[in-house]
């Protein structure tokens, strides 16, 4: 007796529960045409959400009374619609999770506390606050990787050891001397 419990709460265990999130929505392929995902949507307490993107014959189907979002999966669904000779392909469809990397600390950088720009805290004599607010968004976990950044501006140093190695002058315009050098002009005046 002890045995078939033990082998009930297994089966339980591992067919019932998951970390994932299950929703109420189906992707399903029916080469057979919108009316036949339609009428099978239909037959089955779907609504057929329309064509998946630009994949013809795949459709995406939410059930009208499963729960939105649920910690079990719903294979009575899903093997209703695959009993279908026109279904060629189900599947529930699981909500991604994503990990942020949680960035709580200003850069390693021994000249961060003069970039005003990044984070103003008046410590150049000028009002804090004026900058771009950079803080909360490594805080989400961006930080900037695979981003490209315009600057417009009358000239950039970028043989910087800072930027060299991500500058790509074939982005870069110099609107003054109409070529894609934009590194600063000293015979502008400015110093």
């Known amino acids: 007796k002890m045995l ?3 082998a009930v709460l297994f089966f339980h265990v591992v ?3 998951s970390e994932s999130t299950y929703t109420n929505d189906w992707g399903v392929r029916i080469d057979a045409g919108i009316s036949a995902a339609d009428a099978i949507a239909a037959k089955h307490d779907f609504t057929n959400m329309g064509q ?29 619609l695959e009993s ?5 392909w189900v599947e529930q469809q699981v909500l991604n999770s994503r990990a942020l ?15 005003w720009h990044l984070a103003n805290e008046g410590q150049l004599g000028g009002p804090s606050g004026e900058d771009i607010n950079v803080k909360p968004v490594w805080e989400q976990g961006v930080t900037g990787k695979g981003v490209v950044v315009v600057v417009v501006d009358c000239g950039i140093q970028h043989t910087h050891p800072d930027l060299r ?11 003054d001397d109409s070529d894609h050098n934009s590194a600063p002009r000293d015979t502008d005046g400015w110093e």
Do not use: M, W
Not at 60 to 77: D, I, L
Not at 84 to 88: G, Q
């Open 4 to 6: 078939l419990v033990a």
């Open 15 to 17: 067919c019932y529960s």
């Open 52 to 80: 998946i993107g630009s994949l013809v014959g795949y459709f995406h189907f939410r059930h009208r009374t499963h729960a939105r979002r649920s910690n079990v999966s719903a294979p009575k669904h899903t093997r209703r």
């Open 84 to 88: 279908e000779a026109e279904v060629l």
């Open 101 to 115: 990397k949680r960035v709580r600390r200003a850069p390693r950088d021994p000249a961060f506390s003069h970039q």
């Open 165 to 175: 190695d991500n500058y790509d002058a074939s982005v870069s315009y110099d609107f």
